[in-house]
């Protein structure tokens, strides 16, 4: 099943979009293999050989590892935009050390981190989590032993049993409540998983020697087990809170299928499984694995236009060949070399450490040629943005009554580099609080006595604003506030149900009276979800969420003013301009004015028809002529499909701010 679930993947991922289970089924029997070999080993000779049991485990599971991850350090250089470069580095070196379930559960509550495309070794996230259970593991047995020993009892199966219970029942309730409260690093972390090798080790416990009778029973069971697996395979998806509850689906699937075991009756799966090209992928099924994920990611970017059937087809026989070949070369001989296995183990660690340190170096090399490119980018954008006799630099291009205007030294200029791109936030993240968590105050600008207060309000695109705004503040003599988070929209309705702006606000106003001003501005997207916002129920319901939150503050003295929010491009634009090494293929990318604003905008709409709320409209400022374009003025205007660069942000923020000023009536 863990094999058909790969299958599916390549054929059709959209049904697996929240990852397929069959890491959950290679865990638990994991477990019980591992288990009964070290079980059988304490029977013959009262503990468990460590250093030999690692050593056969990093012979059997690192070569085959190790030469899809330097593949992958190549298809990193040579296939992927270099947008691309520094996730993919970083987490090659992550996988080729074994900490990557870490690095990506770290990733996914960092706001920045969390929209990452998929790297090239993001699947070494289940090998991680099962290296460190082959280190783990026989340190628990081997522990069980010495309590055993310390207790002198006679029945050391039954301490080993009791302490993997202990173990199995904390890591599930812990995998229920992380699952809960924060499921995207559930999905990774170890001590979540942890108890699904132990149920395979507790079964081992359990079943010792396999049940030869009741073959009907066994064969109906077999069935349901399959089934079970089956049904998760096929129905889990992204929705599904995972692993807590839901992961006893195809733990106990995978159970029952292991107790039936291979029952010798006509209705009972064996067939099947006794099928020799079933037989055969389960043999490579290792290598198969580690090829099939680096295919599937690297494809788009070699092969032109839409990958359909036939080159999924493709991509997944390429992976079977390059698994047989694998398993053929490599596993095999790596495994059986005699000049490990008739060596003591500390050869194997010696080999293990040095392929780790070329593996290390490789991705060294890669990252520091990414610091390179991104110190000389934010250099040169430092100078453009210093230079005064540069009228048409980014948004200013757009800002002129004429535009777009032109200037011939701008002529080959695009920053920041792709390789800089998604680190161009300019600290807009400092005070950013991550979902579900308390906002954070950060305080900027003026501290002289009779600064105007201000606050800024508002989700990531809200941040974005920060970096230009930021340097305007002293001139201004604003003291600014800023109140941001992740999806926080400042208004009374769903999207705000997990940020404490009207309480972190209302404290503050109490204890230092009220704003003079209030900037907030939002996605237009409700949650991400196209289809949804565009609904007119839905916009009617947004535009009385923001009012009712508003009113309540204009009434005590506070002006307000939105920023209309910045176009969204969608991942085909996306697709399109992080593939674009030059300029002139840049200026290609872009999308129509009515594809940037689509549906309907709830929060103009609210600021339109809200007393005491001003508007500035910036879409003049991002879209001339009807279209949108994804560079202007050499600044690429977006480091994601929605999010403007910090460059174009402080290209941006004096038109803004003399808006502001507009709509206050402030004479600066």
């Known amino acids: 099943m863990a094999v058909l679930s790969v299958v599916i993947y390549h054929l059709w991922p959209e049904r697996l979009t929240g990852g397929y289970v069959g890491v959950d089924i290679f865990f638990v029997l994991s477990g019980f293999l591992i288990t009964a070999h070290m079980l059988r080993e304490v029977a013959r000779t009262g503990t468990v050989a460590l250093t030999a049991f690692w050593a056969r485990r990093a012979r059997r599971l690192l070569p085959a590892a190790f030469l899809v991850l330097v593949v992958s350090l190549a298809l990193t250089a040579l296939v992927l935009p270099k947008v691309f470069w520094a996730q993919n580095f970083e987490e090659i070196g992550a996988a080729a050390l074994y900490f990557l379930n870490w690095n990506l559960a770290s990733d996914e509550v960092n706001y920045l981190a969390a929209g990452n495309t998929a790297s090239l070794v993001q699947h070494y996230w289940s090998l991680s989590v099962e290296e460190q259970f082959y280190i783990f593991w026989p340190l628990v047995i081997v522990g069980a032993v010495w309590i055993a020993t310390r207790l002198r009892s006679s029945n050391k199966t039954k301490i080993i049993g009791l302490s993997i219970a202990a173990v199995v029942a904390a890591s599930f309730v812990y995998s229920v409540f992380l699952t809960a409260t924060s499921p995207s690093a559930a999905y990774f972390v170890t001590p979540t998983r942890a108890w699904e090798f132990g149920a395979g080790a507790l079964f081992a416990i359990a079943v010792a020697t396999p049940r030869t009778d009741w073959v009907v029973i066994r064969s109906w069971v077999s069935w349901i087990g399959f089934g079970a697996i089956a049904i998760a395979v096929l129905t889990y998806d992204s929705s599904t809170p995972f692993p807590g509850y839901a992961a006893l689906l195809p733990v106990a699937g995978t159970l029952a299928v292991l107790w039936a075991g291979t029952p010798d009756h006509a209705w009972s799966p064996n067939a099947l499984v006794r099928f020799g090209p079933v037989q055969w992928v389960g043999d490579i099924s290792y290598s198969l694995y580690l090829w099939h994920w680096p295919l599937i990611i690297a494809a788009p970017f070699v092969i032109t236009g839409d990958l359909g059937t036939k080159w999924k087809i493709v991509i997944l026989a390429t992976s079977v060949l390059l698994a047989w070949g694998t398993k053929v070369v490599v596993e095999d001989p790596a495994r059986q070399a005699r000049v490990f296995t008739s060596r003591l183990p500390r050869w194997t660690f010696v080999a293990t450490a040095v392929a780790m340190s070329v593996m290390v170096g490789g991705v060294a090399i890669g990252l520091q040629t990414v610091s390179v490119d991104k110190t000389e980018s934010q250099t040169l ?19 002129a009554s004429d535009a777009p205007c032109s200037d011939e030294r701008l002529s080959e200029i695009l920053v920041p580099s792709l390789v800089a791109l998604r680190a161009d936030t300019g600290g807009a993240y400092r005070c950013f609080a991550e979902k579900g968590l308390a906002i954070e105050v950060c305080k900027y600008g003026s501290t002289r006595p009779d600064a105007k207060r201000v606050a800024l309000v508002g989700d990531s695109h809200a941040a974005m604003l920060l970096p230009g705004v930021v340097e305007h503040l002293e001139a201004q003599n604003w003291a600014l506030d800023t109140y941001l988070g992740a999806t926080c929209v400042w208004g009374n309705f769903g999207d705000s149900a997990d940020c404490d702006y009207r309480r972190t606000l209302q404290h503050d106003i109490e204890t230092a009276g009220p704003y003079d001003l209030i900037l907030t501005t939002a996605s237009r997207i409700a949650n991400g979800e196209r289809s949804a916002y565009a609904r007119t129920g839905d916009k009617d319901d947004r535009v009385a969420g923001y009012q009712a939150a508003w009113r309540p503050v204009v009434a005590n003295g506070t002006r307000i003013v939105v920023v209309s929010d910045n176009p969204f491009l969608g991942k085909e634009i996306q697709d399109c301009w992080i593939k ?89």
């Open 381 to 399: 954008s430092q100078e453009l943005l210093n230079d005064p006799s540069l009228d048409c630099l980014g948004a200013s291009a757009y800002a």
């Open 580 to 668: 674009a090494e030059d300029k002139t293929a840049t200026q290609k990318c872009g999308l129509t004015t009515g594809g940037a604003y689509w549906g309907n905008d709830a929060l103009k709409e609210a600021a339109q028809t809200t007393e005491g709320v001003g508007l500035v409209d910036t879409q003049d400022l991002f879209c001339r002529k009807g279209w949108c374009p994804v560079e202007m003025g050499g600044v690429r205007v977006y480091w994601d499909q929605q999010h403007i660069t910090a460059t174009f942000s402080r290209t941006l923020a004096p038109h803004l701010v003399e808006r502001i000023n507009s709509a206050m009536s402030w004479a600066g």
